[in-house]
């Protein structure tokens, strides 16, 4: 019996934990599941993605939210709702913004001008001209001291005092002083910075100039970044050291051991060793996602697999997320499994195969998210 009762919970858990896609067709609003079948029917006539286990809905000019069932949780009466993270919302009530839980019930919000949305369990406070950070206990981990926080991007943010820049965690531990004219992204305790004229790496704290270059990107998930020196472009590895030298004029991203160039006004792509494996015959180019499959295009986006094999055709579309999508790094292609593309003026998604989940092309659909 216990036995049967952990499979149904885990069922359970596992129907609760599915992303579902936010499509609208005939004017109203619906769900859809990766299969392509509708989890919760179009019936609304405004509605935003998921997020948290919960989306919100618009009846009679009131927003509510709704579970993956499509049971409304929190009834409809706030003027304006955000996006949940952490378990919390940004709402809107009688001119007034406050936080709210998955109940729908008021917490008490931090001593801030202003009330910011949650990103990753961390939102913004400010006092007069300065910003701190709470936490999802809605207690002060950094007081407001700083000129400019940015968004985490991962346990790391960049921060700004006095048109200086530098870089700190979760905790509100410096991590990078601001000591810096510009700065990146932290990767794996190193980061790109400018000081002065110079540009160049962070590591083990230690200012390290790349000479001659004159831009950094940010470091990707394969450790190698590119860098720009006597107006062309090459890569670097964590050291500072050069990997590929520059020599292109646009390059992008490094995955999964490829990445685009920009040759002769088109786009192809290189190896680690900077051997050209697919020949620059594309208008554009996107990187490679985990599935093996990459956005070309010629007029159209097509996808080609690790060989340059054109798999499927140029028939499409394609960006990085919808106009209600609240992801900004939202990647551009096959994200496990399936692509959002647009043929004829509809949206839908395709497999690998390059057949549009459960036949269906709409007005509008969104990337799948919780």
Not at 47 to 59: C, D, I, R, T, V
Not at 148 to 174: L, P, Q, Y
Not at 269 to 280: A, D, F, L
Not at 339 to 368: C, H, L, M, T, Y
């Amino acid at each position: 019996m216990k036995k049967y009762l952990f499979i149904l919970l885990f069922l359970m858990q596992f129907v609760n934990a599915q992303e579902l896609a936010l499509v609208k067709i005939d004017g109203k609003f619906g769900y859809i599941l990766k299969s392509g079948n509708f989890a919760i029917e179009p019936k609304f006539k405004v509605a935003k993605n998921f997020s948290n286990g919960l989306a919100a809905f618009e009846e009679n000019k009131k927003w509510g939210f709704i579970n993956t069932k499509g049971e409304i949780v929190i009834p409809a009466t706030f003027d304006d709702v955000k996006y949940f993270d952490s378990g919390i919302c940004v709402v809107a009530k009688d001119k007034r913004w406050f936080y709210i839980d998955k109940k729908g019930e008021e917490l008490k919000s931090p001593d801030s001008d202003k009330i910011y949305d949650f990103e990753n369990g961390i939102a913004f406070i400010r006092k007069e001209k300065k910003v701190g950070l709470i936490d999802a206990h809605l207690k002060v981990v950094v007081e407001p001291s700083y000129d400019v926080i940015k968004s985490f991007e991962g346990d790391f943010a960049r921060v700004r005092n006095n048109g200086m820049w530098g870089i700190i965690d979760k905790t509100g531990k410096i991590v990078v002083k601001t000591e810096y004219n510009e700065i990146g992204d932290y990767h794996k305790e190193i980061v790109w910075a400018r000081s002065g004229e110079s540009f160049g790496l962070i590591i083990a704290g230690n200012f390290k100039v790349i000479e001659g270059v004159d831009k950094i990107w940010d470091f990707s998930s394969q450790d190698l970044t590119y860098a720009r020196k006597d107006k062309k472009i090459g890569f670097i590895d964590l050291k500072g050291e050069w990997v590929i030298e520059p020599k292109y004029d646009k390059v992008k991203a490094f995955s999964n051991n490829m990445a685009p160039v920009f040759v002769d006004k088109k786009w192809g792509y290189i190896n680690k060793s900077g051997k050209m494996v697919v020949e620059p015959v594309y208008d554009d180019a996107e990187v490679f996602s985990n599935d093996g499959l990459a956005p070309v295009k010629n007029e159209k986006w097509g996808f080609i697999d690790l060989t340059g094999k054109l798999v499927i055709p140029n028939l499409y579309e394609i960006s990085a997320g919808g106009m209600l999508s609240i992801f900004k790094n939202q990647d551009k292609g096959f994200i496990d499994g399936l692509a959002r593309v647009k043929k004829d003026k509809k949206w839908g998604f395709i497999n690998k195969e390059g057949n549009a989940i459960g036949g269906q092309w709409f007005d509008n659909a969104e990337p799948f998210l919780k």
